[in-house]
């Protein structure tokens, strides 16, 4: 009996070693392979092209504000409101719809007196004390007819609004225009791979990588104009000038 079960632990044994030798062998191998069949990446090149397309500008956006002051909260929110709906009747009049016509800040913030000694620089004496309050709201107003955009701007002043400025002309679906200056980009970095290609002499294949970037530039105008004038004060001349997309690629290929 202590024959058999010697006999059968040798067995276990001999299997265990066998399978551990077969373990490491293979790991061996596997080591050998990664250290000596390196991954060889093929060698590439990148070019770039530039899309460039001018287009006239469709759409105006403006920033209309209307700032009042008062003793009381009450008496500063009443005088905003009024000047505010009188701001709103005239752009409606002028074809302004409500859907162009957003609010973007209303605030409510009390004015400070501060007294100060008699010193240089002087220096605040004491707390300081509320002297009134001041109401501002802000309007972004689309303007589809540009060519009323002066007008536009002038009777909105007119109507209460004292703060005018921000003006900015760009084109509302951009989507054709910058596919075709894509296009055109594409075109350039095609051009500059072949000229590559027959001076370096070298054959490019596949495209591995493609990267694009830019965007519309759109035309800022300093205007600002505060109320004021009367009601026959002509309209100032706006003009919209042009906007440039721009559109940049990267192409790189694969040499063969």
């Not at 090149?45 to 403006?62: A, H, L, R």
């Not at 004491?126 to 007008?151: A, F």
């Not at 002309?169 to 791979?193: G, H, V, W, Y």
Request: net charge neutral; no cysteine; aromatic share 8%.
């Amino acid at each position: 009996m202590d024959y058999l079960s010697n006999g059968r632990i040798k067995g276990v044994v001999a299997a265990v070693g066998v399978l551990l030798a077969l373990f490491l062998a293979i790991k061996s191998i596997e080591a050998w392979r990664g250290l000596t069949v390196p991954r060889v990446d093929r060698p590439a090149i990148s070019v770039t092209g530039e899309g460039k397309i001018f287009i006239k500008p469709d759409i105006g956006q403006v920033n209309f504000a209307v700032v009042t002051e008062a003793a009381t909260v009450a008496d500063a929110q009443k005088k905003a409101t009024d000047a505010i709906n009188e701001v709103f009747a005239s752009l409606k009049g002028n074809g302004i719809e409500e859907k162009d016509i957003k609010t973007t800040n209303y605030s409510i913030s009390p004015k400070y007196d501060y007294q100060t000694d008699l010193m240089y620089p002087p220096r605040p004496v004491g707390s300081p004390n509320i002297s009134g309050y001041t109401v501002s709201q802000n309007l972004d107003v689309k303007i589809r007819d540009l060519s009323k955009s002066g007008e536009i701007l002038t009777k909105a002043a007119q109507a209460g609004a004292n703060q005018v400025g921000g003006i900015m002309f760009t084109t509302e679906d951009l989507s054709a225009i910058q596919a075709e200056a894509r296009n055109k980009a594409i075109e350039d970095a095609s051009k500059k791979a072949k000229e590559l290609e027959d001076r370096l002499g070298i054959n490019l294949g596949k495209i591995i990588n493609f990267y694009e970037s830019g965007g519309p530039y759109p035309i800022y105008r300093d205007y600002t104009v505060g109320k004021g004038g009367d009601s026959t004060m002509p309209a100032p001349a706006i003009p919209i000038g042009e906007n440039e997309v721009v559109v940049n690629v990267t192409v790189t290929y694969q040499i063969r």
